[in-house]
């Protein structure tokens, strides 16, 4: 039995506790904030409540697996309810579409909503997308990243290297498939699920797309915070120690292996095996001392672009609107120049970085009763792209008046696009990602740490075991990347590298 310490209880540091726990080691888990789920958030006032990270769960199979392997089965835990449809879409020209939530009902959809032609190209295109999943799902989702070894896996069948791509875009291989703007801007889309630019990430995320429409896209009643707080009921269930209020300030090195952690008031956690749910980022820049045996993964993160960020408007609305879907999502006329403003022009590193003026607007609105006062009021998310918090080098997202004035601006843009809802507003609340970086340790306000900008990106991403014997990785900034079900496949990963007590 190994003595193991997780730092950070977001869910990849909590379904790693869980699994490490259920198979016989001692597991503490320490979090800096006052309650466990990192960027899966809640913030309630006056009866309105707001998940205020990720709003749906996809691949719900990498959900049952965690609970099954740790004790009873996710279904007498937590419910998941599928969305149908699972998002709406409204586009600058005036039309729009549902994309239902089940995949075989999806081309008729869209030849109704975009003309006849539009639903078989976009199966096409799943076509495609559903190859690469199956080319890549177990060789790299589900195993170890091992430099080589990792491209020898995938290049084991050419068969399989054609279809991944790994030399075009999401953008360029949508361009071959798609003829709509309208069908490539729905692709576009998918790239900023991983805080990406489609000019420049890779075609293999098209597995995005068809994992969330084959698999389908589920809420969980009640706010997605139960999914975080359910986890880490199941690795105190199996005997983990969960403490929150207790940030870490150092992983402790001795004789070139970990030996544990220091707190922000001096205690030391010894430990065998420390399994680092923070930044990787933090992690190989302030958290390990200068001397580390870990030059070469610091070296390798200032090679990759970091993801980008996003600003957030919880808002408390007078009133319900008819028809709202539970997800909406409102494109602008230029999606090109929202990408330039994340990442620079054309996406090139060193570019000036600025506030989209006109960006794709994200609206959450769960027609849920946990989120409301009564049945008169609405609760919504509202998310849009934003550049990374970086005062002298970019945005500076604490600049008076400036997070406010984005606000006003992004209400005038839903009136805009027709969710006008300024005189129903009870308040609201702004939340830059200046605020996401002191709440969550994420540099800069990074959702995912690094993105998938560059064909060599998701080989770049930290792996799992690092150069420091004894420490592990785990979670959004490392392999195999962010976002809910990849940082779960993360947890299990670690917890086979660590092995069984």
């Known amino acids: ?70 004790g009873a089965p996710l279904s007498e835990v937590l419910p998941l309810q599928r969305l149908d449809p699972a998002v709406a879409y409204r586009f600058a020209d005036g039309t729009t579409t549902a994309m239902p939530g089940h995949l075989e009902d999806v081309p008729a959809r869209l030849d109704a ?118 986890v880490a009921a199941r690795a105190v269930e199996r005997g983990a120690v969960v403490r929150t209020d207790a940030a870490v300030t150092e992983v402790l090195v001795t004789a070139g292996r970990a030996a544990g952690v220091r707190l922000a008031d001096g205690e030391v956690v010894p430990a065998d095996v420390v399994v680092c749910n923070a930044d990787a980022a933090s992690l190989y820049g302030r958290l390990l001392p200068p001397q580390a045996p870990v030059r070469r993964a610091r070296t390798a993160l200032r090679r990759v672009t970091p993801s980008s960020s996003g600003f957030v408007l919880p808002l408390a609305l007078r009133g319900r609107t008819p028809g709202l879907a539970h997800h909406t999502v409102l494109f602008p006329t230029d999606y090109d120049a929202e990408f330039d403003a994340l990442f620079g022009g054309r996406g090139r590193r060193g570019s000036p970085k600025r506030p989209v003026a006109d960006p794709t607007v994200y609206v959450s609105a769960p027609d849920d009763p946990a989120t409301r006062p009564d049945e008169d009021s609405e609760s919504w998310f509202v998310l849009v792209n934003a550049p990374r918090h970086e005062p002298g080098a970019g945005v500076d997202w604490t600049a008076p008046g400036l997070a ?56 770049l991403r930290p792996a799992n075991a690092s150069p420091l014997p004894g420490l592990f990785l785990v979670g959004g900034s490392s392999h195999p990347g962010g976002g809910l079900p990849l940082v779960t496949l993360s947890a299990e990963i670690v917890a086979g590298l660590v092995g069984p007590a």
């Open 404 to 459: 406010d004035r984005y606000a006003d601006q992004l209400l005038a843009t839903m009136a805009a696009r027709g969710l006008d809802v300024r005189d129903r507003l009870r308040w609201r609340v702004v939340r830059t990602p200046a605020d996401l970086e002191r709440e969550t340790a994420s540099p800069g306000g990074s959702i995912y740490g690094t993105s998938s900008n560059g064909a060599r990106a998701a080989f």
């Open 113 to 230: 909503d975009l003309g006849p032609g539009s639903g078989a190209q976009w199966a096409g295109l799943l076509t495609r997308a559903e190859a690469m999943w199956r080319a890549t799902e177990q060789p790299f989702l589900r195993t170890p990243l091992a430099g080589a070894a990792t491209l020898a896996r995938l290049a084991r069948d050419t068969a399989d290297v054609r279809t991944i791509a790994p030399g075009r875009t999401l953008r360029g291989l949508g361009a071959a498939y798609l003829t709509d703007p309208r069908l490539r801007m729905l692709l576009d889309r998918y790239a900023t699920y991983s805080g990406s630019d489609p000019r420049r990430a890779p075609a293999a995320l098209l597995t995005v797309p068809y994992a969330e429409q084959a698999f389908g896209s589920w809420y969980v009643p009640g706010g997605l915070r139960r999914l975080p707080e359910a």
């Open 1 to 70: 039995m190994a003595r193991v310490v997780v730092v950070g209880a977001g869910l990849g540091g909590l379904a790693a506790a869980a699994r490490l726990a259920a198979t016989g080691h001692a597991v503490t888990v320490l979090e800096q904030a006052p309650q466990v789920g990192g960027k899966l958030g809640w913030y309630g006032r006056d009866g309105h409540g707001f998940d205020t990270g990720p709003s749906l769960v996809t691949l719900p199979q990498v959900l049952e697996d965690l609970f099954a392997a740790t």
